[in-house]
């Protein structure tokens, strides 16, 4: 049996250093760190493996601004989510 769990961490970071008050509400975006949890188990004579976990165990969502919501990939915008799986081998 191996059981992991995994810290993503995103640092903070600053969308426009040219910013003023007028011209960009969202100049911050704060850290976020995530965590999942991961696990798989061995069967019959090591030849059925089950998998299973949990994603952003947390559900924590990510930081309120336009630019995290652009599709780019950086944050988790689905929330917390299950797997199970299993394979074979013959």
């Given at each position: 049996m191996t059981l992991n769990a995994v810290a993503k961490y995103r640092h903070h970071a600053v969308v426009d250093r040219t910013y003023t008050i007028e011209t960009n509400d969202y100049n911050n975006i704060p850290s976020q760190t995530v965590w999942d949890f991961t696990g798989s188990y061995l069967l019959?004579?090591?030849?059925?493996?089950?998998?299973?976990?949990?994603?952003?165990?947390?559900?924590?969502?990510?930081?309120?601004?336009?630019?995290?919501?652009?599709?780019?990939?950086?944050y988790d915008t689905l929330g917390r989510a299950y797997f199970l799986g299993a394979n074979y081998r013959f």
């Open positions: 019959m004579s090591d030849k059925l493996q089950l998998r299973f976990g949990v994603k952003n165990a947390f559900d924590k969502a990510p930081p309120r601004n336009p630019v995290t919501y652009d599709g780019a990939g950086y």
